[in-house]
Structure formats: C-alpha cells, structure tokens
C-alpha cells in the first residue's frame, strides 16, 4: 500500500509541478468578484510530512485543481499544522491543511500563535484525523502516563501532532520537556525509530491509514500495539471542545481489534484575503471531485458536504460559503 500511495501521489506531484513554497502573489479572482470562475495564476498547498496522508491528499488535490481551473497548482512537504498556519498568513502558501485544534488555537491568538491571532478562513473542514498512539510491546509502555522517562516521538516540530501529543501528556500528569525523552521527528524517522528499538513509542495524529503505520504494523506485527487514549477525551475537550471520541477499525491495521482514540476535524485554511472565486470555485471542486481525492486516498471519503461548512470558530471564507450554498 504505502509503494501505491507514493506511486500515486508521485504521479500527482509531477502533473502539478509540485514542489516548492508560493511562486505567484497574484492568482486572480476571475473577471467578476462575485463569480464562481477560477482565475489564472499559481497557488501552491502547505501539505505534511512524505508520506503523510495531508501529503498524499494534498497532492491530489494540486491535481484536481490543475485539471479543472485555469489556476496552476502546487502541494508542498512540510512540518504539518503549526507551521502551516504560520507559513500561510505569512504568504508562503495560498492553501493550506491543518488540525481544527491548530486552528482554533490561531484565531484566538494562543499556546503557539501567543498574542497574535491569525487572519485566516477555512475553505471547509474535510476529513477526521485519528489520534494513533503506538508503543513497542517490550516497552512497559500501557497508558500515556507510563511513558514517563521513555524516548517518545511526539511528531515534526510545529505540526499538530506535537501539539496534541503534548496536550496527551499533559493530560496524563507529565511534562512533555522532563517527564519523557521527547523525539520531534518526522513520521519516517520515527517509523525508523520504532524498528531499530531507539524509540518506546510514537504520537501520530492522521487520516486513515497511514501508508508509514501500515508499514510498521506489517513489518513489526505483534512487537507493537496502539493504546487506547479515551480515559484522557474529557480533560482535552477543556482544552479544545473539537475533540472527539472514535475508533480505528481493526481491518486498518490487520488488528486483533478496534482501538478507541480521539479524533480531530481537519480543515483547509486561507488567508482572509485570499479571492472569493477562487475560494468558491476550489471548494466547489472538492466535493464534485472528491472520487478523484478517493482514488488517491481512502481518507478522503471522510469528506463530506454536509460537514463542511462545520470549521468555527475559523470562520468560513465568504467564498466558499457560496459555493456550500449552491445546489
């Protein structure tokens, strides 16, 4: 699975000339501000780590624009959430993926956006990402609270998975600088991590599956196990109420059995200034299009309209909302 992903979000990268932050500051709004019609221009997608399934749906969905508009689109690696957000209002990005607790926390201008909220508006919220804790099963490793003194991969620095790992911990009584050896890395230096025995476990927040745990669990098998983090929803809903209860269905992974975990929407951001018809006609584009997202991952199911405009308190880009409007 994980060589299929790759090979065809390679493919996608290619068609869009992927690769590389914003290249164009004037992708154009069409010929009539209130239209529906795509400008001309460049945008590029602030996606994730390789592999990733921000990565693997942001580049489909470069695709999906460049097939369809007049706009010539571009997905991007990068750290994931945190950064995302912070790149975007920056103008290094004209689209970009982030968690809804990333987003919430950017708006209202705290933890890593401290005193300075950020004018952004989402296009939609798209699909859920699963909160994937696994730990070696030689680890001593059975709740977030035991992972005290153990060597914890808490995800790329500034990506919403260091955020929701250290609020886990938080959660569970430790201090993520103290308490645990924490490792920022990316998901394949962690998947490396796992399988050479230099990390206990792993904090994953991403769609299902993930290309890098379907190769983990595969190659590892019965040497690691997820945890089942739920016993810590209440204490993370004081923090962010977008917080959820969910569950990874066994046949993701080849488990023995379904793990429940917390779920977090994800949405797909904009600068407030970003053009009102080309905000209408992209989001439009994802729900015409959203089997040609399904082909290039399963996680894009998760998509649906009748969720979309469901992003406070990032609030809608006018844009946008005419396009859910329309019939």
């Keep these: ?195 050479d025995g230099t990390l206990d476990g792993l904090v994953w927040s991403g769609g299902l599956p993930t290309a890098q745990l379907t190769d983990l669990t595969t190659s590892m098998r019965e040497r690691v196990r997820f945890l089942d983090i739920t016993p810590l929803l209440e204490p993370l809903k004081k923090i962010n109420p977008v917080y959820d209860a969910g569950s990874i269905p066994a046949a993701t992974y080849k488990l023995a059995k379904d793990v429940p975990t917390i779920v977090v929407p994800n949405l797909l951001l904009v600068r407030e200034d970003f053009p009102a018809a080309n905000a209408c006609a992209i989001t439009k584009l994802i729900f015409d299009k959203r089997a040609d997202l399904e082909k290039v991952h399963p996680a894009a199911r998760d998509i649906l309209r009748e969720k979309a405009a469901a992003t406070d308190p990032v609030q809608l880009h006018p844009g946008a909302r005419k396009a859910l409007e329309q019939k």
């Design 1 to 195: 699975m994980r060589r299929t992903l790759a090979a065809l979000v390679a493919v996608a990268l290619v068609a869009t000339g992927c690769g590389g932050k914003r290249v164009d500051n004037n992708a154009g709004g069409g010929a009539n501000g209130g239209s529906c019609e795509a400008g001309e221009g460049r945008l590029t997608i602030a996606t994730g780590n390789a592999g990733g399934v921000y990565y693997v749906v942001g580049g489909g969905l470069a695709q999906v624009i460049s097939n369809n508009t007049k706009l010539r689109a571009a997905s991007a690696e990068t750290g994931a959430s945190v950064q995302n957000v912070q790149q975007l209002v920056a103008g290094d990005y004209d689209i970009a993926f982030s968690l809804a607790d990333t987003a919430a926390d950017a708006v209202a201008g705290k933890d890593s956006f401290a005193g300075k909220p950020q004018k952004i508006r989402a296009l939609s919220r798209i699909y859920p990402n699963y909160t994937q804790v696994v730990v070696r099963a030689d680890s001593g490793i059975n709740s977030v609270a035991d992972m005290r003194g153990k060597r914890i991969s808490t995800g790329s620095p500034k990506s919403g998975t260091e955020l929701i790992a250290n609020r886990l911990l938080q959660a569970a009584g430790l201090d993520p600088a103290k308490d645990v050896q924490a490792q920022r890395l990316d998901l394949n230096k962690t998947i490396d991590g796992m399988k």
